[in-house]
């Protein structure tokens, strides 16, 4: 499952990098911070997390994840062509 969700958000990324550099658009909120920003407010804790904060960890903790299930990919390929 949480492949699929990072194939997704992936995808969504480029996507979006791609409509903006294209059209020459500014910078939203990610997928990430509008999600954490909703989250904070229909908890009614918006006043007390810093959300952007926050929403940036999220998202290094994602990308992290992203990477460490690339390169695990690629050394167990790696294992099959030495063994």
């Known amino acids: ?45 918006d006043h007390i997390v810093n959300v952007e904060f926050w929403s940036q960890q999220i998202s290094f903790i994602l990308i992290g994840a992203i990477v460490c299930t690339q390169v695990r990919g690629i050394l167990i390929r790696v294992m099959r062509v030495f063994s």
């Open 1 to 45: 499952f949480l492949g699929h969700f990072m194939v997704c958000y992936c995808c969504y990324k480029m996507f979006m990098a791609s409509i903006n550099v294209i059209f020459h658009r500014e910078r939203r909120l990610d997928p990430i911070t509008k999600g954490f920003l909703i989250l904070t407010v229909f908890l009614d804790i």
